[in-house]
């Protein structure tokens, strides 16, 4: 076990989301309800970069209301909170609430700042009447240390839900740290975005988010991202546009009806062949392997879901 982590069973439970829509400034409020038409999974409020300075505490104040709203409609609900320590208990005492599903941790550098962020949190949980472990973290890696630590990373608290390389514009954290040049197809970012996404399935992230900017900002072009996102292993995607954007999302990673009726069929025969000790067996017509149970399972709870199944 990691330093700074406990045993416990989390009370904020995972779960395999699609979409994470951001939304920022100090006119969040308006931009988060026009966000939720569109029926997001998740929305991610912010006291960081996208708050000015003199707009943090508006923001923070605005928050909780905010958050049951959407908690509500049934939207899960994120935070960015400010990395630095002088203004991060700030952060928790406005953020940490029963809507509060997981807290964004950006410009995460290595283990400690996870065991800091663990502290700070089950302070504040204790100070809300919330249990020890109530709220999720999803570290942000966007500098060239945070990808050389990703793994210690990920495996220094059981909070960690969600986490994974994400790409950013020229002039942002990640393009400032690397110096690399945007291009249309995001090869610049690409082996950033495998790297972490190792490290993170190592050390037993659930659930590997992604996205984030892309240079295209086509419909083809976000397409083509999301598809790729997916392909590599990723779980789900940041949202950077509008209900366009979300809609691609949406469709790419959300499993295809006829792949979902094949594993509700496929389930009780794999879970049966498991039991006797077989891990290989013919499914209709296909070869399956008993590991293949986990994303399975996974795949037919998030079509239930969305109605699907």
Same mark, same amino acid.
């Given at each position: ?24 400034? %100090? ?5 988060? !309800? ?45 935070? =960015? ?14 953020? %940490? ?7 964004f941790f950006p410009?995460? /550098?290595?283990? /400690? ?10 302070k504040a949980e ?14 942000? %890696? ?36 690397? =110096? ?51 392909? !590599? ?18 469709? %790419? ?6 792949? +979902?009726?094949?594993?509700? /069929? ?11 000790? +077989? ?25 239930? =879901?969305?109605?699907?199944?």
């Amino acid at each position: 076990m990691a330093k700074g982590t406990t045993a416990k069973a989390l009370a904020n439970e995972a779960i395999w989301l699609r979409s994470f829509w951001q939304v920022g400034t %100090v006119e969040q409020g308006k931009r988060a !309800m026009d966000a939720a038409k569109h029926k997001p999974d998740s929305i991610c409020l912010d006291f960081e970069d996208t708050v000015a300075p003199k707009d943090k505490d508006k923001a923070r104040k605005g928050f909780p209301a905010l958050a049951k709203e959407l908690h509500g409609r049934g939207i899960k609900v994120f935070v =960015r909170v400010n990395p630095a320590p002088a203004t991060l208990e700030e952060d928790l005492d406005a953020a %940490v609430c029963p809507e509060l599903h997981c807290l964004f941790f950006p410009k995460s /550098q290595g283990p /400690q700042d996870i065991y800091q962020l663990s502290a700070a949190l089950s302070k504040a949980e204790k100070r809300k009447g919330l249990p020890d472990g109530y709220t999720l973290v999803r570290p942000i %890696v966007e500098t060239a240390q945070g990808v050389k630590f990703a793994y210690e990373i990920a495996k220094a608290s059981p909070r960690i839900a969600y986490m994974g390389g994400v790409a950013g514009p020229r002039n942002g954290d990640l393009g400032s740290s690397f =110096r690399f040049i945007p291009t249309a197809t995001g090869v610049e970012h690409f082996h950033i975005r495998a790297r972490v996404l190792v490290d993170v399935r190592a050390a037993g992230v659930p659930y590997p988010i992604s996205g984030g900017y892309t240079t295209d900002r086509s419909a083809a072009g976000i397409r083509a991202g999301a598809i790729e996102t997916r392909a !590599m292993g990723y779980q789900g995607s940041h949202v950077w546009g509008g209900a366009e954007a979300l809609g691609i999302v949406h469709e %790419v990673f959300t499993p295809a009806a006829d792949e +979902v009726k094949r594993w509700v /069929q496929a389930i009780p025969a794999m879970e049966l062949a498991k039991r006797a000790g +077989v891990v290989m067996l013919e499914v209709d017509g296909q070869m399956e392997d008993t590991a293949s149970l986990v994303w399975m399972k996974e795949g037919v709870a998030l079509a239930k =879901r969305v109605g699907m199944a």
